[in-house]
């Protein structure tokens, strides 16, 4: 088991090893641990086949055996000092090392007794990180100490103490994994109040030109915001004056496409309206023709017709002519009772026809008094044609 071991107020082994009884043995198997380097010496001289991490070997009452412990050890040390601005501070720190190198080490410290060597390893390696942090302490001022602990305290601390305790020709074997400060005190109580007030008053002054600074960069964003914005609205206005000067002309384009269309339009319905004009007008003059032409047959017809009328009557006026100057009266009369008597009775009996007139005879009988002129004027015809055809024959 580790222990804690304290060296007054300066410092503390925090991984401190137990007391360890397997060197108590006059002789017997010893075995280190993976953690330890086993070194056995035979006669004076070291044997290396049975030396080794975490080596074994058997001890006999002329050898001797240490056993260096490899693991990491942990040194909290303390160191009070006077800054370069004459402020009393107290700083706390930490340093973890390790034994690099057991066959150098156990030449510079008996680890015969295990707990004694680490201790000696321990508090050498705290008063060198103590003075050497107490020198730096000196030439920094409390603002530093306490700001840059890091960079300029804990740094050079293990630069130096590794100068020393390193595995290098010279050193002790002993590898410084790291040096942190932890704690920066201020021992004076008053100091550390004013300081605080400083801080304080620091702070407030900060936060309040943090703030002036924060409202100034707000008030500039919302200056670029706006100037943005207003750039963005006079941007969108061009835009939309462009736009709107495109869409009239676009408009203006399309009206005129849309009058020269129409335009053209009307002129093919113009040339179209002209062309069914002269269209519909030879049609017409055609039909006139047609009509004219028909009229002209018909007309040509009629002539022809009537000159051949004319052409018959004076035929038949020329043979009638001839007839009278050939006939003689006999003849003449004959012709007129053949043919004017008929047609002059049947005259007289077709006008006659809707009067009613009765004649009583003395027979009893009755009739219409034109029939019965008619009837005798036919018998008296009649009468004369047979004396007219005795004649014709007798001649």
Same mark, same amino acid.
């Given at each position: 088991?580790?222990?804690?071991?304290?060296?007054?107020?300066?410092?503390?082994? =925090?991984?401190?090893?137990?007391?360890?009884?397997?060197?108590?043995? &006059?002789?017997?198997?010893?075995?280190?641990?993976?953690?330890?380097?086993?070194?056995?010496?035979?006669?004076?001289?070291?044997?290396?086949?049975?030396?080794?991490?975490?080596? @074994?070997?058997?001890?006999?009452?002329?050898?001797?055996?240490?056993?260096?412990?490899?693991?990491?050890?942990?040194?909290?040390?303390?160191?009070?000092?006077?800054? +370069?601005?004459?402020?009393?501070?107290?700083?706390?720190?930490?340093?973890?090392?390790?034994?690099?190198?057991?066959?150098?080490?156990?030449?510079?410290?008996?680890?015969?007794?295990?707990?004694?060597?680490?201790?000696?390893?321990?508090?050498?390696?705290?008063?060198?990180?103590?003075?050497?942090?107490?020198?730096?302490?000196?030439?920094?001022? #409390?603002?530093?100490?306490?700001?840059?602990?890091?960079? *300029?305290?804990? *740094?050079?601390?293990?630069?130096?103490?590794?100068?020393?305790?390193?595995?290098?020709?010279?050193?002790?074997?002993?590898?410084?994994?790291?040096?942190?400060?932890?704690?920066?005190?201020?021992?004076?109580?008053?100091?550390? &109040?004013?300081?605080?007030?400083?801080?304080?008053?620091?702070?407030?002054?900060?936060?309040?030109?943090? *703030?002036? +600074? =924060?409202?100034?960069?707000?008030?500039?964003?919302?200056?670029?915001?706006?100037?943005?914005?207003?750039?963005?609205?006079? @941007?969108?206005?061009?835009?939309?004056?462009?736009?709107?000067?495109?869409?009239?002309?676009?408009?203006?384009?399309?009206?005129?496409?849309?009058?020269?269309?129409?335009?053209?339009?009307?002129?093919?319905?113009?040339?179209?309206?002209?062309?069914?004009?002269?269209?519909?007008?030879?049609?017409?003059?055609? !039909?006139?023709?047609?009509? =004219?032409?028909?009229?002209?047959?018909?007309?040509?017809?009629? #002539?022809?017709?009537?000159?051949?009328?004319?052409?018959?009557?004076?035929?038949?006026?020329?043979?009638?002519?001839?007839?009278?100057?050939?006939?003689?009266?006999?003849?003449?009369?004959?012709?007129?009772?053949?043919?004017?008597?008929?047609?002059? +009775?049947?005259?007289?009996?077709?006008? =006659?026809?809707? #009067?009613?007139?009765?004649?009583?005879?003395?027979?009893?009988?009755?009739? !219409?008094?034109?029939?019965?002129?008619?009837?005798?004027?036919?018998?008296?015809?009649?009468?004369?044609?047979?004396?007219?055809?005795?004649?014709?024959?007798?001649?």
């Amino acid at each position: 088991m580790s222990e804690k071991v304290s060296f007054g107020n300066e410092h503390q082994l =925090m991984t401190n090893s137990p007391d360890d009884s397997r060197l108590k043995k &006059n002789w017997g198997t010893i075995t280190a641990l993976p953690s330890e380097y086993l070194v056995h010496f035979r006669g004076g001289q070291i044997r290396e086949k049975t030396s080794g991490q975490g080596a @074994s070997c058997f001890k006999t009452f002329r050898d001797t055996i240490f056993i260096v412990p490899t693991s990491l050890k942990e040194i909290i040390f303390q160191a009070n000092q006077l800054t +370069a601005d004459n402020v009393d501070i107290r700083i706390r720190g930490m340093a973890v090392y390790r034994i690099e190198d057991p066959l150098k080490i156990y030449k510079l410290i008996n680890f015969s007794h295990r707990q004694q060597a680490e201790k000696k390893l321990a508090g050498i390696i705290a008063d060198m990180c103590r003075s050497t942090a107490k020198w730096l302490v000196a030439n920094m001022n #409390v603002e530093e100490c306490i700001r840059k602990r890091k960079e *300029e305290i804990a *740094e050079s601390l293990k630069k130096e103490v590794s100068h020393v305790v390193a595995a290098n020709e010279g050193g002790w074997g002993v590898e410084i994994i790291t040096i942190d400060i932890q704690d920066v005190y201020i021992q004076d109580a008053e100091i550390f &109040n004013a300081m605080q007030m400083m801080f304080k008053t620091e702070k407030i002054r900060e936060s309040k030109l943090a *703030e002036l +600074a =924060m409202g100034q960069e707000l008030e500039m964003k919302k200056l670029k915001v706006e100037e943005s914005l207003s750039e963005q609205r006079k @941007s969108n206005q061009i835009n939309k004056a462009q736009v709107e000067a495109e869409i009239r002309d676009e408009e203006i384009r399309l009206a005129r496409q849309n009058d020269e269309k129409q335009f053209d339009l009307d002129h093919y319905r113009v040339e179209q309206n002209e062309s069914i004009s002269r269209y519909k007008l030879e049609q017409e003059m055609e !039909s006139d023709r047609h009509r =004219m032409q028909l009229e002209l047959e018909k007309t040509q017809k009629r #002539v022809q017709a009537r000159k051949m009328e004319n052409e018959e009557q004076l035929e038949a006026l020329r043979r009638k002519i001839e007839v009278e100057n050939s006939a003689t009266p006999i003849s003449l009369e004959k012709n007129f009772i053949e043919k004017a008597i008929p047609q002059i +009775a049947q005259s007289i009996s077709e006008n =006659m026809h809707d #009067v009613k007139m009765n004649i009583y005879q003395q027979d009893g009988k009755g009739g !219409s008094p034109f029939s019965f002129i008619l009837t005798e004027i036919l018998d008296l015809f009649k009468q004369r044609m047979e004396i007219v055809n005795k004649n014709i024959e007798e001649e």
